[in-house]
């Protein structure tokens, strides 16, 4: 079953996004994680069912002044301009193949296309992929100021209450205050970490912690590190001697790089996630902030230009509003004040 069904079923009731549990910690948890969802998209989806709402309300008939005005309400609406063309395009063949002339149906002709251009036929892979034999290496990569090192602590909080051991390395020496602030964060969620002097070597420090967290047993080594895409070539050096350094103790890491954006930039995300990729291997993308913005359209825009799956977003200043990206959630929210004004 595609995505666009599954929504379509959760919204009818046939298939609940929080399936009955046996285990009762387990339904409260799904119920909590909705809630996240639902409050982390609210603004999003005020902003999206307006435009769209609004679009819909002076419909006349299907011609190529409304899909002018449908891509303009699809690009302020920050699903990005190469998504926004082809989602235009899916609608005009759908309707034209179908014979589709009511407002109510065209619309939900949009949201469905909408939805199939992000399904792609298949699920993203957001699991973080582990370490059997040893530790599991993240490294966080972004722009100063996106969140990146409260990202690293929120997702320590959350391994650690899995019960699985977490070690920090500082690996941004470069950045006044980025070593001083993650130690307050390995502080407040009671983890150990590396660092070392501001200036020093980030390999270094990358190579006393691989250490440590082989001498340790430690379960999960998250790395940070500097976010200097202003200057790519130095970024890309600093990146690779740091991935060779730790391949050197532990030959298949790091596991993942997380690639950490901040959600209220709209499109600058996507440029910034586009310029991370020319540089850097990056296994998965974690946007934040979402609860603050208007913007969550950008999720489209990143799914169809970037073939990079987002695996957590931030729903909310909370350590435990980091969550896994659940896209059918997600998509269900965002769409959801669409769907109840086209059903009535």
């Known amino acids: ?5 599954r ?11 929080i ?14 994680v909705l809630d996240k969802y639902d409050k982390g998209v609210e603004k999003t989806r005020k902003s999206f069912s307006e435009k769209l709402n609004e ?16 891509e303009e309400t699809l690009i302020s609406s920050d699903v990005g301009f190469d998504m926004t063309l082809a989602l235009s395009d899916a609608v005009r063949d759908e309707v034209g193949r179908r014979g589709v002339h009511k407002g109510e149906d065209v619309k939900n002709t949009v949201i469905e296309k909408m939805i199939s251009i992000y399904d792609q036929g298949e699920i993203p892979d957001i699991s973080i992929h582990e370490n059997p034999d040893g530790p599991t290496v993240i490294l966080f990569v972004g722009v100063n100021g996106v969140g990146k090192t409260t990202t690293i602590g929120k997702l320590a909080h959350q391994l650690k209450q899995q019960g ?9 020496t470069f950045r006044a205050g980025a070593i001083e602030q993650l130690q307050r964060w390995a502080e407040q969620v009671d983890v150990p970490i590396v660092t070392g002097r501001a200036g020093q070597d980030p390999a270094s420090v990358c190579f006393d912690a ?6 340790d047993n430690i379960d999960y080594l998250l790395v940070d590190t500097a976010g200097r895409l202003q200057t790519k070539k130095n970024l890309m050096a600093e990146l690779e001697k740091m991935n060779h350094v730790i391949k050197r103790e532990i030959p298949d890491a790091p596991h993942e790089t997380l690639l950490v954006v901040d959600g209220t930039t709209g499109q600058n995300a996507l440029q910034q996630a586009k310029e991370f990729a020319s540089v850097v291997d ?11 913005t208007a913007k969550g359209g950008v999720i489209f825009a990143i799914r169809y230009e970037l073939n990079t799956p987002v695996k957590f977003v931030g729903l909310g200043e909370g350590v435990d509003d980091l969550q896994p990206f659940d896209a059918e959630k997600f998509i269900y929210q965002m769409v959801r004040d669409v769907v109840e004004v086209q059903e009535q």
């Open 1 to 5: 079953m595609g995505l666009f069904d």
């Open 7 to 17: 929504i379509k079923r959760a919204f009818t009731g046939e298939d609940p996004l």
């Open 19 to 32: 399936e009955e549990q046996a285990d009762k910690r387990e339904q409260e948890h799904e119920e909590i």
């Open 55 to 70: 679009l819909f309300a002076g419909f006349r008939e299907v011609d190529d002044e409304f899909f002018d005005d449908l």
């Open 164 to 172: 699985k051991s977490v070690l920090l390395a500082a690996g941004d």
């Open 210 to 215: 691989t250490k440590k967290a082989k001498r």
């Open 282 to 292: 990056t296994t998965g993308l974690i946007l934040t902030k979402m609860d603050g």
